[in-house]
């Protein structure tokens, strides 16, 4: 029942900033924690961001002051702000959360940053 969608995702140039969206679909719901995680070829999944129900945050050191998570509760919804993008930051994102004990992924935007 509960479905995630991101968007927002897109080719920019480095230095350039885009804003993930990420709507819970299937009304009102509560969720708890929230998060993007991206995976690059090659590479392991990893977490880029995450955000508490009650708002706390948690980063990963390579994106700390120039992504920002925040949520919207009343639009089931959680954005990422990236600032100041680089071609490293290449990535399919993935939107997750967590409701009455099981996890959901969104399928994923693609994010690429050319120099």
């Given at each position: 029942?509960?479905?995630?969608?991101?968007?927002?995702?897109?080719?920019?140039?480095?230095?350039?900033?885009?804003?993930?969206?990420?709507?819970?679909?299937?009304?009102?719901?509560?969720?708890?924690?929230?998060?993007?995680?991206?995976?690059?070829?090659?590479?392991?999944?990893?977490?880029?961001?995450?955000?508490?129900?009650?708002?706390?945050?948690?980063?990963?050191?390579?994106?700390?002051?120039?992504f920002?998570?925040?949520?919207?509760?009343?639009?089931?919804t959680?954005?990422?702000?990236?600032?100041?993008?680089?071609?490293?930051?290449?990535?399919?994102?993935?939107?997750?959360?967590?409701?009455?004990?099981?996890?959901?992924?969104?399928?994923?935007?693609?994010?690429?940053?050319?120099?």
């Amino acid at each position: 029942q509960v479905q995630l969608v991101e968007s927002g995702g897109g080719l920019v140039q480095t230095g350039e900033s885009l804003r993930l969206s990420c709507v819970g679909s299937g009304g009102l719901v509560s969720f708890g924690s929230m998060g993007w995680y991206r995976q690059a070829p090659g590479k392991q999944r990893e977490l880029v961001a995450a955000i508490s129900s009650g708002g706390t945050t948690n980063y990963a050191e390579s994106v700390k002051g120039r992504f920002t998570i925040s949520r919207d509760n009343d639009k089931n919804t959680v954005y990422l702000q990236m600032n100041s993008l680089r071609p490293e930051d290449t990535a399919v994102y993935y939107c997750a959360a967590s409701f009455r004990s099981s996890n959901y992924w969104g399928k994923g935007t693609l994010v690429t940053v050319s120099s």
